[in-house]
T-cell receptor, first 116, second 111 residues
Framework: GAVVSQHPSRVICKSGTSVKIECRSL??????MFWYRQFPKKSLMLMAT?????????EQGVEKDKFLINHASLTLSTLTVTSAHPEDSSFYIC????????????FGPGTRLLVL | SQQGEEDPQALSIQEGENATMNCSYK?????LQWYRQNSGRGLVHLIL?????REKHSGRLRVTLDTSKKSSSLLITASRAADTASYFC???????????FGKGITLSVRP
């Protein structure tokens, strides 16, 4: 079946550096992908909607310049955490609606980011 | 903002018992979905129930929806240790394919 992958699965970086996370749909095309952030034992917080060929739509309170999203192709969206700080440490998950059934989503396995 | 609120927040049961999890939401919805998340992993879609449906079954899963009370329940029958995970309800309003997730329920099934 359709699968969404994320890379890397975990990353540790120093404060002030930028980190790029990739989200790929493996055997289907996704014009829309979603990026979530999840704190320990908490729910998923939608950060932004990634749109292929156009600008991402950010949720209220999410800094656009901090979390750069690029959806360059129908199978790839990237989230770049710029100038990362310890408070950006979190679990980041992407998802994509199934092509024919927009109502449900396939989720990537997530990326654990730890900023020292 | 979160739409769904699940209860209980944590549930511990013995293998073979049934697990019932509840979700309440605030606004009108197109459908409600339940997802499962194993620790440190992504989410897996379990079941979807539309606003005009009252009950749906899938294997050992049974979900109900009461739109008048804006609530849903997920029943897992004959639970197994492998059912140990976090369960989230998510509402879909039809706008931009967005899902709004509840806080989640941690289910522990003791062998």
């Amino acid at each position: 079946g359709a699968v969404v992958s994320q890379h890397p699965s975990r990353v540790i970086c120093k404060s002030g550096t930028s980190v790029k996370i990739e989200c790929r749909s493996l055997d289907f095309q996704a014009t829309t992908m979603f990026w979530y952030r999840q704190f320990p034992k908490k729910s998923l917080m939608l950060m932004a909607t990634s749109n292929e060929g156009s600008k991402a739509t950010y949720e209220q309170g999410v800094e656009k310049d901090k979390f750069l999203i690029n959806h360059a192709s129908l199978t790839l969206s990237t989230l770049t955490v710029t100038s990362a700080h310890p408070e950006d440490s979190s679990f980041y998950i992407c998802s994509a609606p199934r092509e024919a059934y927009q109502e449900t989503q396939y989720f990537g396995p997530g990326t654990r980011l730890l900023v020292l | 903002s979160q739409q769904g609120e699940e209860d209980p927040q944590a549930l511990s049961i013995q293998e073979g018992e049934n697990a019932t999890m509840n979700c309440s939401y605030k606004t009108s919805i197109n459908n409600l979905q339940w997802y499962r998340q194993n620790s440190g992993r992504g989410l897996v879609h379990l079941i979807l129930i539309r606003s005009n449906e009252r009950e749906k079954h899938s294997g050992r899963l049974r979900v109900t929806l009461d739109t008048s009370k804006k609530s849903s329940s997920l029943l897992i029958t004959a639970s197994r240790a492998a059912d140990t995970a976090s369960y989230f309800c998510a509402t879909y309003t039809g706008a931009n394919s967005k899902l709004t997730f509840g806080k989640g329920i941690t289910l522990s099934v003791r062998p």
